[in-house]
Structure formats: structure tokens, C-alpha cells
């Protein structure tokens, strides 16, 4: 009996060092942590109060440029306290950065979007290695997923780049990127006609 006792002891203690946490994932624009949706809601849900959370969020974003989606993760205490995770911004930020591009390929492997050489692979990879959950990673393993993320954005990867002919590409795709629009509004037209 006593032996029973004890292990249900030992069991118990060992439920108690379970932390009963919320997670909550999302990207947050840097230094625009604001109480409305959706993320005011997200954090009303898990009781986290949420003009701190806010407040917290913008101060510890201050010195990065105002928009950057930054992908964060919240873990909630029981007592209602949080740990802050901020993440570098997604890999295909940086990318349609690198490329000079707004919007990735709406058939990535059909159309390119934007081209990069691979120093700009590397440069990405080096920032985005320190992620936590990269840090395990090499660089080559960082710079081959940010190189597999560039094919899914229908980013052509380079050797070199001439700068006269990429500019002439880019306007080019400017006018295909119009067309698209144009074409993805008429369709949205003809399916709100049809809905009436």
C-alpha cells in the first residue's frame, strides 16, 4: 500500500512541473502592435492583457522599420504572464526585397517573378540562421530551404545579375503583374454577378 502511495506521490510532483501554457503563433507588423482585430482578440482569448502586450510589442520593435512582418510567438502562463518570441522577418520578405519585387509568382515554376544571386541567398540565410528554430541548422541548410522558398515565390536564383537588363525585366513584369490584377478583379466581378 505504501509502496502505491508513494509512486502516486512521485506522479503527482511530476504533474505538477508540467507548464500548462498557451501558444499563440502570428506575424505582427513591427512598431503596429494595436488592441483591435485581430490581434486584440487572440490575446483577450488566452487573458492576456492586451494594451500591455501592445505597449510591450512596439518598444521592443522600435528600432525596426514600421510594417515589417515579424512572425511571433506567445507563450501564456497560467497566471496570466507571457514570454515574447520575436522572430526575423519571413524568409520571402527578404527575398521579394533582394528581387525588388511587391508580389510573388501567381504560378511559380510557369512565370518568374524576380531573380536574386546567390550572395543575396547567403545574406538572407545568415539572418535568418539566427531564428531559433534554424539555430540547430547549418547555413548550407538555411540557404538551400531559403533557396526552395525562392523557387515556391517563382524567384529565379542567378550566378550574377546585370542591373540594365534585371531593370528592363522588371518593367516588363510590371505590365504582366497589371494583367493579372486586371484579370483576378474580373473574375471576382463575375462571381459576385453570379452570386446575385
Do not use: W
Not at 128 to 139: G, H, I, R, T, V
Not at 179 to 189: G, P, T
Request: glycine share 6%; charged share 30%.
Amino acid at each position: 500500500m505504501s509502496k502505491a502511495a508513494s509512486r502516486l506521490k512521485a506522479l503527482k510532483k511530476g504533474a505538477e512541473k508540467i507548464a500548462h501554457t498557451s501558444r499563440l503563433r502570428t506575424d505582427i507588423p513591427a512598431g503596429m502592435a494595436a488592441a483591435g482585430p485581430p490581434l486584440g482578440p487572440m490575446l483577450g482569448q488566452r487573458g492576456i492583457n492586451i494594451a500591455a502586450f501592445c505597449k510591450d510589442f512596439n518598444a521592443r520593435t522600435a528600432d525596426i522599420k514600421e510594417g515589417i512582418p515579424l512572425p511571433c510567438r506567445v507563450s501564456v502562463n497560467a497566471d496570466r504572464s507571457y514570454e515574447l518570441v520575436i522572430h526575423k522577418p519571413p524568409a520571402t520578405y527578404y527575398l521579394k526585397q533582394a528581387a525588388g519585387i511587391t508580389r510573388a509568382a501567381m504560378e511559380p515554376g510557369r512565370e518568374t517573378s524576380g531573380k536574386v544571386t546567390l550572395k543575396h541567398i547567403y545574406e538572407i540565410a545568415k539572418i535568418k540562421a539566427e531564428d531559433p528554430p534554424l539555430q540547430l541548422q547549418s547555413l548550407q541548410q538555411v540557404a538551400q530551404m531559403i533557396i526552395g522558398i525562392a523557387h515556391s515565390c517563382g524567384i529565379e536564383v542567378v550566378k550574377e545579375l546585370d542591373p540594365k537588363e534585371y531593370g528592363e525585366f522588371l518593367e516588363e513584369r510590371k505590365v504582366v503583374v497589371e494583367k493579372q490584377k486586371q484579370e483576378l478583379l474580373e473574375k471576382k466581378e463575375a462571381k459576385l454577378l453570379r452570386a446575385v
